[in-house]
């Protein structure tokens, strides 16, 4: 380092004020917590996972379709909720539409949702960009992501243990909060929509985003302490200099 550079960083400040630094934090762990389950989601919510978890529910059975045109279908679906145009007005070989308009309307009401939530997470990933950005000696912005991703830590496996015992009351809870009453209910004998996507499928999709959000919470919780620990350390060396 250079005579120049060495007075350059004794003259820059090395703490951020509290103020300042407890806004960093908690843009971060907002943030945090937001980016985990943007990131898991995006990790199921795809033809690949869909695929395996539809042969795992035996959806082949409740349509009584090949697999061909099962995984075509599904597909075109969840390729629509992300690129549109979300009339989801797929149709069969012979022309039958796959879903009723009731079915259709909402699967483009889950389009609106998913997109919104995809706009939040983008939100939340720049919001920590911002944060680290503003915070210079990095304290702040890991002890924010620190405890974003303990708190959401001890959100997945509260709710992981909630779900377990009223998986029922909390998917109806979770279609109360997202969609208009009377939207979401299907009947699994003739409506295609809860065909393709059973019960079983959600479940179990629930339990492996929980496993996976669960382990990538912990695992960012040590990483940022330990880099909030090392930002202390410098700090500290700075200080005494």
Do not use: K
């Given at each position: 380092?250079?005579?120049?550079?060495?007075?350059?960083?004794?003259?820059?400040?090395?703490?951020?004020?509290?103020?300042?630094?407890?806004?960093?934090?908690?843009?971060?762990?907002?943030?945090?917590?937001?980016s985990i389950l943007g990131a898991a989601i995006a990790l199921f919510f795809n033809p690949i996972w869909v695929a395996f978890e539809q042969e795992r529910t035996q959806v082949d059975l409740w349509t009584g379709w090949a697999w061909e045109r099962v995984h075509a279908v599904t597909s075109s679906v969840v390729g629509e909720v992300f690129l549109g145009p979300g009339t989801f007005s797929q149709r069969l070989e012979d022309g039958t539409s796959v879903f009723t308009p009731s079915e259709a309307s909402h699967m483009a009401d889950v389009r609106g949702v998913v997109l919104g939530f995809a706009l939040v997470v983008a939100v939340a990933i720049a919001g920590l960009v911002a944060a680290r950005l503003a915070d210079r000696r990095g304290v702040a912005f890991w002890r924010g992501v620190a405890a974003g991703a303990s708190v959401l830590s001890v959100g997945i496996v509260a709710t992981g243990i909630w779900l377990g015992f009223f998986f029922d009351t909390a998917f109806e809870l979770f279609h109360r909060l997202f969609f208009a009453a009377g939207s979401y209910?299907?009947?699994?004998?003739?409506?295609?929509?809860?065909?393709?996507?059973?019960?079983?499928?959600?479940?179990?999709?629930?339990?492996?985003?929980?496993?996976?959000?669960?382990?990538?919470?912990?695992?960012?919780a040590v990483v940022a302490r330990g880099r909030m620990r090392a930002a202390v350390a410098r700090h500290e060396v700075a200080t005494a200099g």
């Open positions: 380092m250079t005579a120049t550079a060495a007075q350059a960083e004794a003259a820059q400040p090395t703490t951020t004020p509290g103020w300042r630094a407890i806004a960093i934090s908690i843009v971060a762990a907002v943030a945090t917590i937001v209910t299907f009947d699994p004998l003739v409506d295609r929509l809860v065909q393709l996507f059973p019960e079983r499928f959600w479940m179990e999709t629930s339990v492996a985003l929980a496993l996976v959000g669960l382990t990538a919470s912990i695992a960012l």
